[in-house]
């Protein structure tokens, strides 16, 4: 945290601050109640800003599983940050070091490591981010070259507080306690990746961690349950894949078909997709390496359409 300035810690500080806010203007719809536009409110800018962390945050800024224009990136990021989600910074170097750590000890919010039980999923769901671990150790660096993406970083913020008040000015009271209920909604449907997804579901594939398949977070999530896979080959833009009985199976994942309409009008390119020869290559059935042994990098990604 020492290489933090003081204007970056406070405005890091405000993003668990309006997350705990959103919790409390939530209560706001037992008073108002919802009417059908506040309901649609509610699940439409679920939905967007879901797709923004999964489609851009995740699997374009941290992964780089496709390609895409900068303006894609950048609006996506704009709508990332507007999810509570703190910044492109931020949101990358903590995602980055679970990969690098996962469910050993410096893996920031699993499940399975101490804390465990109760304690370990109020943790991963959040927990840590009250926690002195909030801060990342090191930004990465190519998002802090990007001037426009580093300086949403720092102002990650204001794309939420914008929405917030176009909500409120559109509909009073009502729309507001929708958009906080959306957001506290969207925070925990985010963060069930990093507590069920580690901890309940199948493992179809070898890694060297807790991943899941988990099909009730992958609904959650637009398609980000389908863990397992995820861990197994981080650089794949599609992670509904599963295998039975030797065979590859396709699972419903949204964000992956949002990633192919996106290609489909030319804002996304070199999806990238494991062969099934190496997706039948990482079949659980093998025997997994020692324990503390280091995860392979990503094998034989090829793009694919
Ligand atoms: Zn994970
Ligand atoms: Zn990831």
Redesign the pocket.
């Known amino acids: 945290m020492r290489q933090y300035s003081p204007l970056t810690i406070l405005a890091y500080v405000c993003g668990p601050v309006l997350i705990l806010l959103s919790h409390l203007g939530a209560l706001l719809v037992f008073m108002t109640g919802l009417s059908w536009g506040a309901i649609a409110w509610v699940v439409g800018w679920y939905g967007i800003r879901m797709l923004a962390t999964t489609a851009i945050y995740?699997r374009l800024l941290?992964?780089k599983s496709y390609q895409a224009p900068t303006p894609v990136l950048w609006v996506g990021c704009v709508l990332g940050a507007a999810a509570g989600q703190m910044g492109p910074s931020w949101w990358k170097a903590h995602?980055l070091a679970h990969?690098r750590h996962a469910d050993q000890p410096r893996d920031l919010h699993s499940p399975c490591m101490p804390p465990k039980g109760v304690n370990g999923l109020y943790w991963s769901q959040g927990g840590w981010l009250l926690s002195r671990h909030f801060f990342p150790a090191k930004l990465p660096i190519d998002v802090e070259q990007d001037a426009f993406l580093r300086g949403l970083d720092r102002l990650h913020f204001m794309p939420l507080i914008a929405l917030c008040a176009l909500s409120y000015s559109i509909g009073g009271v009502e729309y507001l306690g929708a958009f906080c209920l959306s957001t506290t909604l969207l925070f925990h449907g985010v963060q069930t990746v990093n507590s069920l997804s580690h901890w309940v579901g199948d493992q179809p594939f070898s890694t060297h961690d807790d991943s899941r398949n988990n099909a009730f977070v992958a609904a959650l999530t637009l398609g980000e349950g389908w863990h397992n896979l995820?861990h197994a080959f981080?650089a794949s833009s599609r992670h509904g894949i599963t295998l039975q009985d030797g065979q590859v199976v396709y699972l419903p994942d949204p964000t992956y078909r949002f990633i192919q309409l996106l290609e489909a009008v030319s804002l996304a390119s070199r999806l990238q997709r494991p062969s099934e020869a190496r997706l039948l290559a990482r079949a659980n059935s093998t025997v997994l390496p020692a324990a503390g042994e280091t995860t392979p990098s990503e094998p034989n990604l090829a793009a694919t359409r």
Do not use: I, P, V
């Open positions: 995740h941290t992964h995602h990969h995820h981080a």
